[in-house]
């Protein structure tokens, strides 16, 4: 199993640990739908990340780098809803924002991405890991 994959996942499952598995409110998605789409997207991710054509930012979420296709839009568009969902239901559970939580994933995000990957810092600026 790729590195990257297994850090990112064990982010993302132990994230999932604090949503429980009844319904969530808004988007009616279970954590192990979430879960099911986020292990779906990730091989498509890490093929756009790979090429440089998007990366992870400050805010925990997936932007685009570089001109892309439509379907890398339509896949980023999904990946950040999900994102965004798992953050409000965390951020619900442990008491605190949507923002924060997605501060703290970013910040794992960012130490566990190989080196090449795109990371956007706060000052909005694009770099790649060395």
Sequence with gaps: MHKYFALFFATLLLAA??????????GGDSKDELKERFAQR?????KLKAAGTIG?????FVEVVKAGDAAAKEILAAENADR????RIIAKEQETTPEK?????????FANAPAGEWLKHPDGQWRKKA
């Design 42 to 46: 990730y091989p498509e991710l890490l």
């Design 101 to 109: 939580v997605a501060a703290r994933n970013a910040q794992r995000n």
């Design 17 to 26: 640990l604090f949503v429980p598995a009844i319904s969530l409110a808004g």
């Design 84 to 87: 965004a969902t798992l953050y």
């Design 56 to 60: 992870e930012t400050f805010q925990g």
